[in-house]
């Protein structure tokens, strides 16, 4: 068993962190790479890139929003329970240089994504400018995190209730404007990174986004995680979760995450049912 050794309930309760015991994997993760979890013998496999590696305490993070069956059952592991199987590190590392001056876009739980990737941007000499978004003040997670290991951090939420009222396309607008990035990572829901991908296009800003596509089996065999980029097909498990974001069908991607959203509701309500009737 792979134990949670710390958890915290983030965003109006429906995202949570577990820290968790694997020592092995948290000595090879590096930025950008992902684990698949499995919480019990008939539990669905679920990729997850993680958001912190602790090599010391042999630790790994992750930060997930319960919105299916097997998400809300991750959401109810508690401190000293855990994970039947995490398998990794898996996927790419991201490239590191200094480019110079980068901009980091998080949108939801895509922030605890970007978490590593521009802590080591920093580290490698950048200039980091950091755009986070959400909903609302409540639903902004890693908000002091993020803030340690940037240059500058702009907050952005729908309702105005932290930060400036408006979306993170908004701010990079404005920065695009002002003064040239050497590289924009953005991560987060689909229609936002299709946004900012969008924009930069128009500026020749070099774009990272990170694809999280339906995955099964995390070697590349089952076909499942496919995504259109650049007009060919890749597996975003073995050769991403990161791509180029002025190469990536985005709309190819969002019709691929509903395939099984009905199938995903009824298995999430039959889940509800099962916790209710255990009460």
């Given amino acids: 068993m792979f134990e949670i050794v710390h958890k915290e309930t983030m965003s109006a309760g429906n995202v949570f962190l577990h820290e968790i015991k ?128 940037s240059d500058s951090l702009i907050i952005c939420t729908d309702d105005g209730s932290a930060g400036r009222k408006g979306f993170v396309t908004d701010a990079l607008k404005e920065i695009l404007e002002t003064e040239k990035p050497d590289i924009v990572v953005a991560i987060g829901p689909v229609p936002m990174m299709k946004a900012a991908s969008d924009m930069t296009r128009q500026y020749g800003i070099k774009t990272i986004v990170s694809l999280n596509p339906i995955m099964i089996d ?9 995504v259109t980029v650049g007009g060919k097909t890749r597996f975003a498990c073995v050769e991403g979760p990161e791509f180029d974001g002025h190469e990536v069908d985005f709309d190819d991607l969002a019709k691929r995450l509903r395939a099984y959203g009905k199938e995903e509701k009824e298995a999430l309500e039959k889940h509800k049912c099962n916790l209710d009737a255990a009460v």
């Fill in 22 to 149: 694997a020592p092995k994997i948290a000595a090879k993760a590096k930025p950008g790479q992902f684990v698949i979890l499995k919480a019990n013998e008939t539990g669905e496999r679920i990729p997850l890139t993680m958001a912190d590696v602790d090599p010391e305490k042999g630790t790994i993070t992750i930060v997930f929003m319960a919105i299916g069956k097997s998400t809300a059952l991750f959401g109810t592991l508690e401190k000293g329970q855990g994970y039947q199987d995490v398998i990794g590190p898996l996927g790419q590392e991201t490239h590191l240089e200094n480019f110079g001056k980068a901009v980091c876009i998080g949108g939801g739980t895509g922030t605890a994504v970007l978490h590593p990737i521009a802590r080591a941007l920093k580290n490698e000499g950048n200039h980091v400018t950091t755009i986070l978004g959400a909903r609302s003040e409540s639903h902004m997670i890693l908000k002091d995190r993020m803030d340690k290991i």
């Fill in 218 to 226: 995390g070697t590349g065999m089952c076909g499942g995680c496919r």
